[in-house]
């Protein structure tokens, strides 16, 4: 069994948002992590979609996802090119099928993925997918499923089934480069008090510290662990 370690994201900046401090704690302990989104972002923004109108701007954000990713210290980012949220108009099979093609190239002993109560449909059906590429079946190497949780997705699903961590990562040495990170998804970010705000990323890492008595952690709800 290796050690590495896939996070599956809807969108760019949900893997940042979601475990970007762990991310690059384990790259620093020598873990290989990689990283999958599978929605392209950005065309959800428009009346209707048209991936051509926005072709500059897709390229564009693939290239921030790789520079963001690259200081957290990822191995390498895949990308799915769904269609932004509206991954409800896909098939989920064919979900299924390119977050399991993913799996087979990294073969990782430890993944993340989206909480399945988020507000955002991409995030529901990507932890749906997750959880189906992810059964445990025999010669399956994944060992270990975390949810992370999203900032202006997760909170915002009011009501039942809220969102309590229960598997916490001390990031007190690296939120720094988490917010670095996030600082270059420049057309994401929101200013304070939006969720989606520098300011609150730190405010969220500092309050699932005081959970955990440190300085700084992200918190997850533990989906399956094999051991």
């Known amino acids: 069994m290796n050690d590495n370690v896939l996070v599956v994201a809807a969108h760019p900046d949900d893997e ?15 873990r290989s992590v990689y990283v999958m989104i599978l929605g392209e972002g950005v065309t959800s923004r428009d009346e209707s979609r048209d991936g051509q109108k926005r072709a500059s701007d897709l390229e564009d954000l693939k290239v921030t996802a790789r520079a963001s990713n690259a200081v957290l210290g990822i191995k390498d980012v895949f990308f799915g090119d769904l269609p932004d949220n509206r991954f409800d108009s896909v098939p989920l099979l064919d979900v299924i099928k390119k977050v399991e093609s ?24 990507t932890s749906l997918a997750v959880k189906t590429a992810t059964r ?38 690296y939120l720094d480069k988490k917010l670095d990170a996030m600082s270059l998804y420049e057309g994401e970010l929101r200013d304070w008090p939006h969720p989606r705000s520098l300011k609150a990323i730190e405010h969220e890492a500092r ?19 094999i051991k």
């Open 16 to 30: 940042v948002l979601g475990c970007g401090a762990t991310m690059a704690r384990l790259a620093d302990e020598g």
């Open 102 to 125: 993913v799996i087979d190239r990294v073969e990782p002993s430890l993944v993340f993925t989206h909480y399945e109560y988020d507000l955002n449909i991409d995030h529901k059906v």
């Open 136 to 173: 445990s079946i025999m010669g399956s190497p994944v060992r270990e499923l975390l949810a992370f949780s999203v900032l202006s997705s997760t909170e915002w699903n009011y009501g039942a089934n809220p969102y309590s961590p229960n598997v916490f990562f001390d990031i007190s040495g």
């Open 207 to 225: 309050l699932r510290g005081c959970y955990v008595g440190c300085d700084g952690a992200e918190g997850f709800v533990g989906l399956r662990s």
